[in-house]
């Protein structure tokens, strides 16, 4: 008889459930959120798991990138669809949500979500890091620009390399407006 895996994963641990073609539960666990410690919690299950689900999470894809290599039929779903699944049960627990996410993956009632590879993800990661740098230089030479203008200096418009020499080094207040 096939069986359906649901995880649902925190920092420190993860709920597993497992759950055979009809819905009855085989087995509910704690594991560490460690990839060694799932593989070893469903091991004597390897040879009967037809889905392994699991929330789409930083964590969850890390998960998937670590337990598919192995042989695990994992799948990563879709947040906000598991969610809106999930919020229907009366009582929101890890527990729960583990089971529920297994009886979703025997049903079918998931939305798998592509995982990019990890050249593309870190790609996006370093840009994203640009971007939010980028964004705190702006606010950064924003808010010196109108500490300054409370003491009468006048930054004016200046381009990204001029910045630095338009701010006064010293606390002159003689000087009104840099040209």
């Not at 594991?31 to 689900?53: H, Q």
């Not at 790609?123 to 003491?151: F, Q």
Request: hydrophobic share 40%; proline share 3%; aromatic share 6%.
């Amino acid at each position: 008889m096939k069986l359906y895996i649901g995880l649902d994963v925190g920092l420190e641990e993860a709920s597993l459930c497992i759950v055979d073609g009809e819905g009855l539960t085989v087995s509910e666990v704690k594991v560490s959120t460690e990839p060694e410690a799932i593989r070893s919690a469903v091991e004597s299950y390897a040879d009967r798991l037809d889905r392994v689900g699991v929330e789409a999470s930083s964590l969850g894809i890390w998960l998937y990138r670590e337990l598919q290599p192995a042989g695990l039929p994992i799948i990563v779903v879709e947040a906000r669809h598991m969610r809106v699944s999930l919020s229907t049960m009366r009582n929101k627990t890890d527990r729960n949500d583990a089971r529920g996410i297994a009886q979703m993956m025997r049903l079918g009632w998931y939305r798998a979500v592509h995982v990019k590879n990890i050249e593309m993800q870190k790609m996006r990661s370093l840009l994203a890091n640009r971007k939010l740098l980028k964004r705190k230089l702006i606010d950064l030479e924003n808010h010196i620009r109108g500490t300054l203008r409370a003491y009468g200096l006048m930054v004016g418009a200046v381009g990204r390399g001029g910045y630095e020499a338009r701010v006064p080094s010293s606390s002159s207040t003689a000087i009104r407006y840099f040209p």
